[in-house]
């Protein structure tokens, strides 16, 4: 049984470009929550998707979205990369109900902006 | 506002003595709260959970203790192994649940000598 796996591992770009990270979450999690980790610092919650649906939201600009599919799965994506956003993007997923499972994290995406 | 923080930035240890970890928090409002462990470039991996219904829960070589009453929050391990040498974030979910937003405090590192 898989767990949470996040594509790519490393991604480089530049300044201004946007970016799209993917997070596949754990077999019978339907909830994903994405959250920014960077160095030296404890992880920072992004936002949640449920249902397709942006359910709960952290301190981000807009510049942050996202999008769930059918499968649960999700992306993150980011406009207008700026120098800040280089960080450690993890993705969390959870069962809404059914069971007393917690949230299990991913491996991360490390995106580097030059 | 919502915070978690570690008393302690560090921990060394030596191998098979006990560590323990600690954890405040200030939100009065939170009732569930997990413990991961964070190797280098790998995601917060799980560890032990509790909700605020209990004061103490155990795990294999972990234990959890929670002060409502101080709004504290230790990890004990057992018998430390150079294998738990790691960065340990508390977590806290304000929310009721285990798949709502968490937010981590800084980190404590532990290092596990020989």
């Known amino acids: 049984d898989a767990g949470v796996t996040q594509s790519p591992t490393h991604l480089i770009k530049t300044r201004g470009q946007q970016v799209t990270l993917r997070c596949s979450p754990k077999?019978?999690?339907?909830?994903v929550s994405w959250y920014q980790q960077a160095l030296g610092q404890g992880p920072q919650f992004i936002f949640q998707y449920y249902e397709e649906e942006e359910r709960q939201r952290g301190n981000f600009p807009d510049r942050f979205s996202g999008h769930q599919f059918p499968n649960y799965s999700s992306e993150l994506n980011v406009n207008a990369l700026l120098l800040g956003d280089s960080a450690l993007y993890l993705c969390a997923s959870a069962p809404e109900s059914g069971t007393t499972d917690t949230q299990y994290f991913g491996p991360g995406t490390r995106l580097t902006v030059l | 506002g919502e915070s978690v923080g570690l008393h302690l930035p560090t921990l060394s240890v030596q191998e098979g003595d006990n560590s323990i970890i600690n954890c405040a928090y200030s939100?009065?409002?939170?009732?569930?709260f997990i413990w991961y462990k964070q190797e280098s470039g790998k995601g917060p991996q799980f560890i032990i959970d509790i909700r605020s219904n209990m004061d103490k829960r155990q795990g294999q070589r972990v234990t959890v203790l929670l002060n409502k009453t101080v709004k504290h929050l230790s990890l004990q391990i057992a018998a430390t192994q150079p294998g738990d040498s790691a960065v340990y974030f508390c977590a806290e979910n304000a929310g009721g649940t285990s798949y709502g937003k968490l937010t981590f405090g800084q980190g404590t590192i532990l290092t596990v000598h020989p």
């Open positions: 939100n009065s409002a939170s009732d569930y």
């Open positions: 077999s019978g999690h339907d909830t």
